[in-house]
């Protein structure tokens, strides 16, 4: 158990519809990021939040939003889902704003749409 | 933005010495690491290097780091049927987080007994 926690495993889905998948980072991680990671594509950096504020943002789609809690969980939307957003979606969470440390990974999301 | 290319693919009998290539474009890379994903599972930190190294060491795992022609190479000594996995290069630029790690597209080892 690396520490981050992300819900569900699992998600299947229609296309047109839309999810929420959620990540509780690492006790005293104060940053979250969101990659996803696809056949083709390899890991795709998303997004990046540091104590409840965007710091980075990577290739993440308009139709893909997410935000950072106060109590540090993070939440990542998908909507209007289309087939090629079928991916396995991870968070990960470090101590720091940065690389420093690298980056602790949770056991991912895997969406499925149909 | 920075580009991190590795192969995709490597087969080696158990008990020989696997090594993993990388490159990276961006020359200010300053934190470099090896991330271990098996199946089912999410990515495991194995080990890094900054750039202010050569060479890293730990336990059968030695990083090797070329700053001038940017390559990063990862060794595996005795390799295990267990080593068999995905194995991610993420490099960093610094340390502000106005830029998260970037991964390469993984390398899959096959360890063959």
């Known amino acids: 158990d690396s520490g981050v926690t992300q819900t569900p495993k699992h998600l299947i889905t229609a296309t047109g519809q ?3 998948l959620r990540c509780s980072p690492r006790s005293g991680d104060l940053s979250v990021y969101w990659y996803q ?6 890991l795709q950096f998303l997004i990046q939040y540091y104590n409840g504020e965007e710091r980075a943002k990577g290739n993440i789609l308009e139709r893909f939003s997410a935000q950072q809690f106060p109590d540090l969980h993070s939440e990542l939307n998908l909507s209007s889902l289309e087939l090629g957003d079928s991916a396995l979606y991870f968070c990960a969470s470090s101590a720091r704003q940065g690389s420093y440390y690298g980056y602790t990974f949770g056991s991912g999301t895997r969406l499925t749409v149909v | 933005g920075e580009d991190v290319e590795q192969s995709l693919f490597l087969s080696v009998r158990e008990g020989d010495s696997s090594v993993i290539n990388c490159t990276y474009t961006d020359s200010s890379s300053t934190y470099l690491y090896w991330y271990k994903q098996e199946p089912g599972a999410g990515l495991q930190l194995l080990t890094y290097i900054f750039s202010n190294m ?34 991610f290069c993420a490099v960093g630029v610094e340390d502000t987080g106005r830029r998260a790690l970037t991964f390469g597209s993984g390398t899959r080892l096959q360890v063959q007994p």
Not at chain 2, 57 to 66: C, H, I, K, P, S
Request: a positive charge; aromatic letters at 2%.
């Open chain 1, 37 to 42: 990671q696809s056949l083709d594509q390899g």
């Open chain 2, 54 to 87: 050569d060479m890293k060491q730990d336990q059968r795992l030695t990083v090797l780091l070329n700053k001038k022609d940017k390559h990063l190479s990862l060794r595996i000594a005795d390799t295990q049927t267990g080593d068999s996995a995905i194995y």
């Open chain 1, 18 to 20: 839309r999810v929420t």
